[in-house]
């Protein structure tokens, strides 16, 4: 026993700087698995336009941000059967309203897709307008199974 406590006294400052970085490796494993980007996307309906023979698709989307990052999405790729369609980035005005009162306009709302890149703070979501161009076919294959949300790096 006497040795054991002689062996620490001497070797005191190295003991120590082994737990530490011991502890400081176990912090930096926790914090690789835990900030990870999580990012869910919910397609909550959809409306298919045909404008000038090409298939206008107007989603409802619902972006979910699981991590504690702030994750700004800059593109949104639908694949399906390995083609991609891209989201397009621009806002579209999608649809208008006026709210009358005895043939005189009161209220004009324009409802417009959303503009790129969507913030997410972290743990929130945000609920936004999209819109594509994509083949006919794509609307029998929409069950949110088959979409896919790719992050580029």
Known sequence: MKELLEFIK???????????????????????????????MNIANFTIVDVNSKHFYMLNVELINKSRLHISVNEIIIENNKEQYRIIKSPRMLAEKDRKRNNEIINH??????KF?????????????????????????????????????
Do not use: C, D, R, W
């Not at 001497?10 to 900030?35: D, G």
């Not at 709302?109 to 959303?114: D, K, N, P």
């Open 10 to 40: 001497n070797h005191y400052s190295t003991i120590l700087s082994i737990f530490v970085f011991i502890i400081s490796l176990i912090n930096l494993i926790y914090l690789l698995l835990t900030n990870k980007k999580k990012l869910k």
């Open 109 to 114: 709302q324009e409802i417009h897709s959303a």
């Open 117 to 153: 890149p969507i913030n997410i703070a972290s743990l929130s979501s945000e609920q936004k307008f999209v819109v594509m161009y994509g083949p006919e076919n794509l609307a029998m294959v929409v069950p949110k199974s088959l979409l896919t949300l790719i992050e580029e790096k």
